[in-house]
């Protein structure tokens, strides 16, 4: 799960949060409802999702509930690669 970590925490800081200190952003910070992510990136951020870990992230996934943080985004792919 770390190595999952690593790889979200990097997309979501070179993407979204160019030049932003890197510990800013910690498994709790709330990307949705903290106004990082809108609906084009949260797309964005599920088709990378998609394309780097092997997974399909179900329409009723991409939400508040499974992506609004790193720790949740982690345990999300996580589970679906253990499945």
Known sequence: MLEIRQVVHSYILNQFLPGEDPAELTDQTPLITGGILDSIRTLKLV??????????????EAGVE?????GQITRLIAAKKAA
Do not use: I, K, M, P
């Not at 088709?47 to 009723?60: R, S």
């Open 47 to 60: 088709v990378f999702l998609e394309d780097t870990f092997g997974v399909t992230v179900e329409a009723h």
């Open 66 to 70: 499974n992506l609004d943080s790193v």
